[in-house]
């Protein structure tokens, strides 16, 4: 009998030692996931500023938005008592959202033919875009000053997505 008991807490030592290396490395997991500011669970919504040009609240299709539209986005991840405080606005993926000098907006090269043959979505998004920027309106950064209007941390992100060559 006097045999089990090295073994016995040989285990325990071990049960111990793995236990305060779990709760220390959750511990450290915790704090990358803080706010540095208010020691809180940071929680990061990451708009993707294609898809959220094409269509609006309560709606099943697509349709043309307003600059309310583009607010209310905003409005319903970033509401009184909402734990996300940053707010991110993709604005590409290999091509960009919006019209540039010094790359390529998507959907602005392709032919009357090609985009004949889109999908719903596509043509009115690419119309949604159009109207806001001939009319002067940068819908993202719409929805910058709307997140920060409100208090939070606004931040524009963009997709490096890996291209084939054959």
Known sequence: MC???????????FLMSALFTVQGAVGQ??????????????VL?????????????????????TVEDVKRLIEEV???????DTVLVCINAQVMYY??????????L????????????????FSNIQRFFEAGIDPYALMLSETR????EALLSFRMNDVTVS
């Open 78 to 84: 970033v509401f009184e008592g909402s734990r996300v």
């Open 110 to 125: 392709s032919s009357t033919q090609e985009r004949a043959k889109w999908s719903d979505s596509e043509r009115q998004r």
């Open 29 to 42: 997991e915790r704090s990358l996931r803080m706010s540095p500011s208010t020691g809180t669970r940071r």
């Open 149 to 152: 209007r409100r208090g939070r």
């Open 3 to 13: 045999g089990k008991y090295p073994i016995s807490l040989s285990i325990a030592l």
């Open 99 to 108: 019209p540039t000098k010094v790359g390529t907006m998507r959907g602005a």
């Open 45 to 65: 919504y990451n708009f993707d500023g294609d898809s959220c040009m094409s269509t609006k609240a309560g709606s099943k299709t697509p349709v043309a938005i």
